[in-house]
Each structure stands twice: as structure tokens, then as C-alpha cells.
């Protein structure tokens, strides 16, 4: 296996691979009611990465692979923002007309993008201290 991963970019491609693998299982193993298997793929998925990391014949990512992640969470955190700052406001309407029923599952979304709002915020004021 070690004769595979001698390029970086194949492991960047394998840990990238497993990486989708145990999300999308754990997120489809717990929408058909069978959690446990999802978290098992999960676990295998990640002892997988760090496995294949481990294994890899040179360091697999560098400043370049980090600006690139730093980059792709800004615009996650931006279309997360902008989709939000439409889609909540428009289900409250539509709930004060009684055209919409805020579901667990829709306050439980609601809910989460509030907290990773809070989270950034707060890693705003800590960060924006520090300089």
C-alpha cells in the first residue's frame, strides 16, 4: 500500500475519499434508522485517514492545501450565511401565515445554523482581542 501513496496527491485524493465515505454513511445509516452501522463506518472511515496519513511517504498536506481549506470554509460559512439569511425569514412568514410548521428536524437545522453563527462570532471577538 505504502508504493501507492507515494505521491501526495493520491493520498490527499484516498483521506478526501474516506473522509465523504463516513459522513455520507454516518447521514445515511442514521436517515434509515440504523445509527450504530453509520457510526461504525464513521470510526473505520476515520481510522482509515489517519491510518493512510500515517503510511504516506512524505507529509501529505502543506500551506497550500491549508489556504485552500481556510478559503473553502469562508465560502461555506458565506453561502451558509446568505442561504440562511433568506430561507429562516421566509419559513417564519410563511409559519405566522400558517402555510408552514417549523418540523423537529426544521428547528433542529434552524437551531444548528444559529450556534455555528454564535461559534463564529465568538472566535471573532476572542481572535479580534488578541490583535
Known sequence: MSEFLVRPSRTRRVVGALT?????????????????????????AMVGTALVQSR???????????HISQEAAALTLTLVGISSAVVFPALTVAWG????????????????????????GAFLVALGSRR
Do not use: C, Q
Open 20 to 44: 465523504v465515505l463516513g459522513a455520507v454513511a454516518l447521514a445515511g445509516f442514521t436517515v434509515l434508522e440504523r445509527p450504530l452501522v453509520g457510526v461504525a463506518v464513521f470510526v473505520l
Open 56 to 66: 504516506a511517504a512524505g507529509p501529505v498536506f502543506d500551506e497550500r492545501d491549508e
Open 97 to 120: 401565515l400558517n402555510h408552514f410548521t417549523w418540523k423537529p428536524w426544521s428547528t433542529a437545522i434552524a437551531m444548528f445554523v444559529a450556534v455555528i453563527y454564535l461559534i463564529y
